[in-house]
């Protein structure tokens, strides 16, 4: 799917904006996520820096109460497959395109890879973006997650540069890609 190729949702597939009462179920399920992605790559000590820093209870409810911050999680059949962050930060200097809007979290529970939650999910983004006013989105993505750089591809993503993601005390490299919203 590119940026100007929609397709339908799937079935049952609902996608709401979290609210203060979703922090522990994000908290649990970016743990979930984030550790079945990137846990076998990566030193457990790390992995345990990282996730009580970006996964706790306490920084979900802080997230979800600014402004700045959307969480979009994408339910299928009453089940939660997925989540992404959205949110205003300011750009690393590769990104030169209007109006930047970041997302910060995007994950889909395994199960649901290749039903079309992504997509939904991903196109959800862009509409927070624009609403927002947003002409660019943005997203870092580790260069050794190519499943992810692929899939950011296939959605108009292009890589435009890189930026050093701390992992616990571990920098490693993230592509940044970006996409037009116009």
């Avoid at 609902?14 to 996520?33: K, P, Y």
């Avoid at 984030?34 to 990566?42: E, I, P, R, V």
């Avoid at 949110?87 to 395109?97: E, F, L, Q, V």
Wanted: charged content about 20%; proline content about 7%; overall charge negative.
């Amino acid at each position: 799917m590119t940026s100007d190729t929609k397709s339908a949702p799937p079935a049952g597939l609902h996608i709401r904006r979290g609210t203060v009462a979703d922090a522990s179920n994000l908290s649990a399920l970016g743990t979930e996520t984030f550790t079945t992605s990137f846990g076998a790559q990566n030193a457990p000590e790390n992995i345990a820096l990282h996730l009580a820093k970006a996964f706790g209870p306490g920084v979900q409810e802080r997230e979800l109460a600014d402004p700045a911050v959307t969480y979009l999680i994408a339910e299928m059949n009453g089940r939660t497959a997925g989540y992404a962050q959205v949110r205003a930060s300011d750009p690393p200097p590769c990104i030169t395109g209007p109006a930047p809007v970041e997302v910060l979290r995007f994950y889909v529970v395994h199960e649901f890879h290749g039903t079309g939650v992504a997509q939904a999910l991903m196109e959800a983004c862009a509409a927070d973006a624009r609403q927002r006013g947003g002409r660019t989105l943005w997203l870092g993505v580790w260069d050794q997650n190519p499943r992810a750089i692929r899939f950011y591809t296939k959605c108009g993503y292009e890589d435009v540069g890189g930026q050093t993601f701390m992992l616990g005390d571990d920098p490693q490299n993230d592509r940044v890609l970006a996409r037009p919203l116009d």
